[in-house]
Each structure stands twice: as C-alpha cells, then as structure tokens.
C-alpha cells in the first residue's frame, strides 16, 4: 500500500480556509483508509474557522461523512475494501472507565479533542510537514485515514449524503431526543436553534412522539424547513411576544428545551422556557472560553435540569447502523435535511452561507 496524493481543505490561522494537495499516508495496524463520497458542513467546523476553538495548527476540517473503504491496515478484522462506512468523530478506545461502561460518547482515552489519532499522530502531510486531521477526522478531503472503531459499516443503499449527516447532526440531534434526554410520548419540547443539529432533533422528538414540537430560530428558511420535518409550531426567536406565542403553542409548558446553537443568551433563555422539573439539553457548543452565568437559585428550587449532550449520547456501532435502517424504513425525514450539493473548494462559500443561516445543510459530494 502506499501514500495518496489528495486535495483536501486545510485551515491555518495565517491563511484561513484554503484547497491543498497533501498526502495522506497508508492505513497502519487497525487504521483504514476510506475514499469520502460525502462530507457534511457543520458549524463545528465553522468554530474552528472562526476562533472560537483556537488552534495554531494547520486542520483539515470536516468531520460529517460517508465513504468507501480502500485500504485496511493488517490488524483490522471488522471491515473489508468496499465496504460503505460512516466516519465516527468520537470513537471509543475501548479500554477508559466510560468506554467500559458503554458510554462510548464520553471516552477519554481517543486524542480526538486533540486532532490526533489514537496513536497521537497524523496521517497527513505537506512536504514533510505535518497536518493534523480535525477532531481525528479531517474529512473535508478526498480521503481520510480513521481507526476501524471510527468507520462504522452501514447498508449500500444508503445514500451518501444522508450517511454524512447521520455521522454528526443526525447522531447529534436524533440522540439528543432518544439517548440523553429519552424524551417519551406526548412531551412538550422546543428546539431552539434549527440547523442541522436543530433539525435532526425536531425530527428525532418527531420520532419519539413528542407534542407538541416548537421550532424556533430566526431565519425564515430554517423554521419553513422545521415545519417540513414535523415540527408542529415554528416561531422566530427574535418576537418580542415569543413567551407568549410559546404558552400558546404549549399550554402546559414544555417538559424539554433542546438548545442547539452554542451561545450565553440562548443558553440562558433555555433555562427560563423550560418548565419546573423539566430539563435542558446543551447540544450547542460554545466558543472554549465562554461562560455562562446561571440564575442557580431558580435552577435548585424549581428542579430543573440541565443536560451536557455530547455526541447525541451515542454509541457510534450500535445507532448509525439503525439510524440507517430506521431513514430506509421511512420513518426519519432525512433526504429533507440534505441542502446543496457543493464541491470541495465550495465548502469555503458554504461556511459563509452557515454564518447566515441561508439554507440547508450544504454537502461537498466527491466523485
Ligand atoms: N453536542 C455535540 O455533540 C454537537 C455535535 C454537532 C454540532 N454541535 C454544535 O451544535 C451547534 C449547532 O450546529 P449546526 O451545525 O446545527 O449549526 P448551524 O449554524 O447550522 O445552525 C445554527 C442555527 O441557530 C440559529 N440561531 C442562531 N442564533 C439564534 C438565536 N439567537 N435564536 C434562535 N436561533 C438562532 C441559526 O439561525 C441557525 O439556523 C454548534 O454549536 C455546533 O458546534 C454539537
Ligand atoms: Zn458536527
Ligand atoms: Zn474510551
């Protein structure tokens, strides 16, 4: 097996977002290399291209894909060349106190926090320099070298696209409603904030039987679209009157508030919606260093709850598989989240378009 030549995006703070050839050296041991046939744009990326996640590093982003197996290093037993596969961008080490108790979405033992593989390497790289995959992905790029437990083997007939957006807002945003918050039939709940993390979680509660649903964000596409994925209720969040249009909408209140932006006030304004007793779910993350102050009084005496979501709570091996399943039976509107499909050089225009909520989920598709 040898090194590939591949163009993939690479972000620097000197340069910002710019097209490379790089080279992307052979699978090792249980790693294996998968050609990318579609990688989803996400504002995680985004954070990074904005400084919200700081790194000096040179990062090829991307981390919400789908592709083929093309080589396999000599210790991998669970995948074969031409398997389709979902990029994982938090893969259990299988070995941490959390990966033991099965709560592979809080491993401590991966380096992807880091952009490093399990090994705390890379596999990429410009003449002779290294360059670091983003989150372990790096998947805004024709190819990508993974570890096996981070390529997960879903059915041929699944799309492409929507195996991309399964590998992070759909996983996100579906296991928000099911895995961390086990949202049950004929709860209230609202999601505030509806891209393609707020989608998923509008067609997750969809799925879980949730009523009403309450759409809020403040772009007039991103509410048309919620109300395509089932949301009951679509509210901008920029109304003056929007308590009021929420006691309406939900006259018992609403037992979940799903905040999926990342942003203090949002936050904030999550804890006031939510009912006493009900909880809040963070699926937004936040620039590292923001805090957000807490009216902790009223949290304590009214029992709310405020719920960390990292990852939908998933177990990559166990719900990509039967997200798939559950998408070909009909039962999960995904084909609706897919927006534009972009080339790679078009994701840079993409993530300006994200900064202004115009659209849906833009897909870079590679030939
Ligand atoms: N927890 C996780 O594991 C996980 C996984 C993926 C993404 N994320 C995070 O989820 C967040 C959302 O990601 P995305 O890709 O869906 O982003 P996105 O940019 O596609 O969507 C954000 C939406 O929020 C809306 N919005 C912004 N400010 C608002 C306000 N004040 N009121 C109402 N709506 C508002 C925007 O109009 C937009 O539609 C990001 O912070 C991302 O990093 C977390
Ligand atoms: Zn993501
Ligand atoms: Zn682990």
């Given at each position: 097996m040898t090194s590939l030549s591949i163009q993939a995006l690479v972000h620097s703070p000197a340069d910002g977002l710019t097209v490379h050839e790089l080279t992307l050296r052979a699978p090792r041991g249980s790693e294996v290399r998968v050609q990318v046939k579609a990688s989803g744009v996400c504002h995680s990326d985004l954070h990074l291209i904005d400084g919200d996640?700081?790194?000096d590093e040179r990062l090829v982003p991307g981390h919400e894909a789908a592709g083929i197996v093309e080589a396999v290093g000599e210790d991998v037993t669970g995948l074969v060349v031409g398997d389709h596969v979902v990029l994982s961008w938090f893969p259990p080490c299988h070995a941490c106190a959390a990966c033991l108790r099965g709560?592979?979405?809080?491993?401590?033992?991966?380096?992807c926090n880091e952009h490093r593989l399990p090994d705390g390497g890379t596999a990429l790289s410009q003449d002779g320099a290294e360059v670091y995959p983003f989150i372990?992905?790096?998947?805004?790029?024709?190819y990508v070298v993974v570890p096996e437990a981070a390529a997960i083997k879903i059915p041929d007939a699944l799309p492409f696209a929507i195996g991309a957006l399964i590998g992070c807002s759909v996983a996100t945003g579906v296991g928000a409603v099911?895995?961390?918050?086990g949202v049950r039939p004929g709860q209230a709940a609202a999601v505030l904030g509806c891209g393609g993390v707020g989608q998923a979680t509008v067609a997750g509660l969809v799925l879980a039987g949730a009523d009403p649903v309450v759409a809020i964000d403040l772009s007039a596409d991103r509410l048309a679209l919620a109300r395509t994925v089932g949301a009951t209720h679509a509210l901008p969040g920029?109304?003056?009157d929007l308590a009021a249009a929420i006691a309406q909408a939900a006259p018992d209140g609403l037992d979940y508030v799903f905040e999926a932006i990342g942003r203090v006030e949002t936050i904030n304004r999550a804890i006031e919606l939510v009912n006493p007793g009900g909880a809040v779910v963070l699926e937004g993350l936040t620039p590292l260093d923001a805090r957000v102050p807490l009216d902790a009084y009223a949290l304590a005496a009214e029992g709310k709850r405020l719920l960390g979501c990292n990852y939908g709570s998933s177990v990559a091996s166990r719900d990509f598989p039967a997200l798939a399943e559950r998408y070909l039976a009909g039962e999960l509107p995904l084909d609706a989240l897919v927006g534009p499909a972009i080339t790679l050089p078009g994701a840079i225009d993409a993530f300006e378009d994200m900064r202004h909520a115009r659209g849906g989920r833009a897909v870079v598709v590679f030939d």
């Open positions: 996640w700081p790194s709560e592979q979405w809080l491993c401590t033992g991966n380096m372990g992905v790096g998947a805004l790029a024709e099911l895995n961390t918050a920029d109304a003056p």
